[in-house]
């Protein structure tokens, strides 16, 4: 069975380089890993070899069990529309500006989009593990309630008013109706804007059955999920990883741990500077108070939430090629992210 892990976590936390980082580890320890990942900076890609447009997985050379894909959201509503849409108002979705406008913007669109491709990937068997990188967007909760939104979005309320109740005679109606109303209205504005908008919302109306079956899967995979949330001791990050503990939907699992990223040395809380210039020593107390703040900061994340918890250092440069990303995880202390991955 394939097993998934989602990391997830605040925007700009590490998710993608802790994502890869974690796949390295496991591939290295004889599991064949899949990492998904989303817009990794280009020295991360090329080390994972993977192009910056809609990669499909691909295994890498130098590294026997691990295979990297990159999550390309339109690419992926591509696929939704021709499943779930007949064929016709499958090339109009996604001929349709709104389409594009409507998959790129839509808060949820992008998580959802990231959960869908994850759960093809795991339900093609072809793994033992997929880790899921998620999208700067939505590294939140948001991204375990994406499947429900998109219901909503597709299903809406908005929708249905505008489109119509039972589809079928309501197209007639809508077709006979509506349809010559806005023809009027656009040759008065000079473009077809109004019917464009009118037929993507109705073409969208149709794949709402396949949408919303879909989306009951993706959550079905996602409950079975394991997630880890990434932070680092930042206010809005930890903010971010309190409301796994917190607010957590009822489709997901709470967190199996808090990866604190970017953690400073615990060494330098009581490091003794010795004879240095007074500045010097400033600067090393200061470090020092940081570094006990962050300590602080975890010991109380970890008491008030009950939860596993490891830190993995700050390096002083990017972690982007394979090996100084396996080496980030196995320089984690705490709790071994790698048992996480083990079957
Ligand atoms: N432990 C670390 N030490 C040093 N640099 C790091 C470490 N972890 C991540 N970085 C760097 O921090 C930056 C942000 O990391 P990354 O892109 O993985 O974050 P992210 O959570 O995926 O961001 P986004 O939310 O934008 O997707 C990158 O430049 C990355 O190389
Ligand atoms: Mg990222």
């Avoid at 309190?242 to 040395?265: G, I, Q």
Wanted: glycine share 8%; proline share 7%; charged share 25%.
């Amino acid at each position: 069975m394939t097993r998934t892990l989602l990391v997830t976590g605040g925007g700009g936390v590490g998710k993608t380089t802790v994502s890869a980082a974690l796949g390295v580890a496991a591939a290295r320890s004889g599991i064949r890993t899949l990492v998904v990942t989303v817009d990794p900076a280009r020295r991360l890609a090329d080390a994972l070899g993977i192009e910056l447009q809609g990669a499909d997985p691909s295994p890498l050379d130098e590294e026997p069990n691990l295979w990297a894909a990159m999550l390309d959201a339109s690419q992926s509503w591509n696929t939704l529309a021709r499943t779930h849409a007949d064929p016709e108002a499958a090339d109009r979705l996604v001929g349709n500006p709104f389409f594009a406008a409507a998959t790129s913007h839509f808060p949820a669109s992008q998580s959802f989009a990231a959960a869908e491709e994850a759960t093809r990937f795991v339900e093609g068997g072809a793994w033992e593990l997929v880790v899921v990188d998620t999208p700067p967007s939505a590294g939140g909760i948001e991204f375990f309630t994406a499947p429900a939104e998109m219901t909503a979005l597709v299903g809406g309320r908005l929708l249905r008013w505008l489109t119509g109740g039972r589809l079928p005679g309501r197209r007639f109606l809508f077709n006979r109706t509506a349809k010559p109303a806005l023809r009027i209205a656009d040759t008065v504005l000079g473009s077809d804007l109004l019917e464009q908008i009118a037929q993507f919302l109705m073409d969208l109306r149709t794949t709402y059955d396949g949408v919303a079956a879909r989306s009951r899967e993706i959550e079905a995979r996602m409950r079975t999920a394991t997630s880890i949330v990434v932070t680092t001791a930042d206010p809005s990050p930890i903010r971010e990883a309190v409301r796994f503990y917190r607010e957590l939907p009822e489709v997901a699992t709470r967190p199996a741990a808090v990866v604190f990223n970017r953690t400073l040395p615990e060494e330098w809380i009581d490091a003794r500077p010795g004879r240095v210039a007074a500045e010097y020593a400033e600067n090393l107390r200061r470090w020092g108070a940081e570094a006990q703040r962050q300590r602080d900061l975890r010991v109380e994340f970890a008491g008030r939430y009950r939860t596993e918890l490891t830190t993995i250092p700050w390096r002083p440069h990017a972690p982007t090629d394979l090996d100084s990303l396996a080496e980030l995880v196995s320089s984690a202390e705490g709790f071994d992210p790698v048992d996480l991955l083990r079957p």
